[in-house]
């Protein structure tokens, strides 16, 4: 079975410094994606970034990115110059091709003006 | 586009009624998922379908609930009769098939149901 464990229950940072809320996941599936979701109070489900495990390069959205290490099944966001906008729960997911996605418990992310 | 529409946002019934949730995804795309989110288990899928017809409902919890999906544009989720333990924010999602970036699900904003 797919599980995705996020070991951050809260995480806080600075504004305008960087933070790294991190993400592990267990399968036995070769063609996969993971993605991390953000959720701010309003519950809204927003996507932050994506990574297809067939693609080696790690996948950025401007101050958005990831460290994404296939072979410990890993897969951590990387928020830099964070801001207080950045403040909500971060989820982790995965999803095998063509199916529903899995996701962690979540990190709630503290921004410190 | 629109985006994935739902409604109700709120919703606030008493034990024992029947509560429908409907939910409109992205014109074209082919597969939609509900899911719950509670503070005790999470966020967790309830049922999906592909093409309109349903493909994995291991995560409806009981004979309560049920699903359908009558066209491609429109779905709904029906709890009767409901208990206090079905609230939760209920999502509907919806993706394309393929490869890649038609792989990544986008959600619609919720439903808050509170049942009393």
């Known amino acids: 079975a797919q599980t995705v464990t996020q070991s951050q229950p809260e995480m806080s940072v600075q504004e305008a410094e960087t933070v790294t809320l991190s993400c592990t996941y267990d399968?036995?599936?070769?063609?996969?994606?993971l993605f991390w979701y953000k959720q701010p109070p309003s519950r809204q489900m927003i996507l932050v970034i994506r990574q297809e495990a067939y693609k080696q390069q790690n996948a950025t959205e401007n101050r958005f990115s990831v460290n994404f290490q296939k072979a410990a099944k890993s897969f951590s966001l990387k928020i830099s110059d964070s801001q207080l906008g950045d403040a909500a729960m971060y989820f982790c997911?995965?999803?095998?091709?063509?199916?529903?996605?899995?996701f962690g418990t979540g990190t709630r992310l503290t921004v410190i003006p | 586009d629109a985006g994935v529409i739902q409604s109700p946002r709120h919703e606030v019934t008493e034990m024992g009624q029947e509560v429908t949730l409907r939910c409109k995804p992205i014109?074209?795309?082919?597969?939609l998922f509900w899911y719950r989110q509670t503070m005790m288990r999470g966020l967790e899928l309830l049922i999906y379908?592909?093409?309109?017809?349903?493909?994995?409902d291991s995560g409806m919890p009981e004979d309560r609930f049920s699903a359908k999906m009558p066209n491609a544009s429109f779905s709904t989720l029906k709890i009767q009769p409901s208990e206090p333990r079905d609230s939760a924010v209920y999502f509907c999602?919806?993706?394309?098939?393929?490869?890649?970036?038609?792989?990544?699900?986008?959600f619609g904003p919720g439903t808050r149901l509170l049942v009393l």
């Open positions: 999602a919806s993706s394309l098939s393929g490869r890649g970036p038609q792989e990544t699900q986008y």
């Open positions: 399968t036995s599936e070769s063609d996969y994606y």
């Open positions: 014109s074209g795309h082919d597969y």
């Open positions: 997911a995965y999803r095998r091709r063509a199916n529903n996605l899995f």
């Open positions: 379908f592909n093409n309109n017809v349903p493909i994995d």
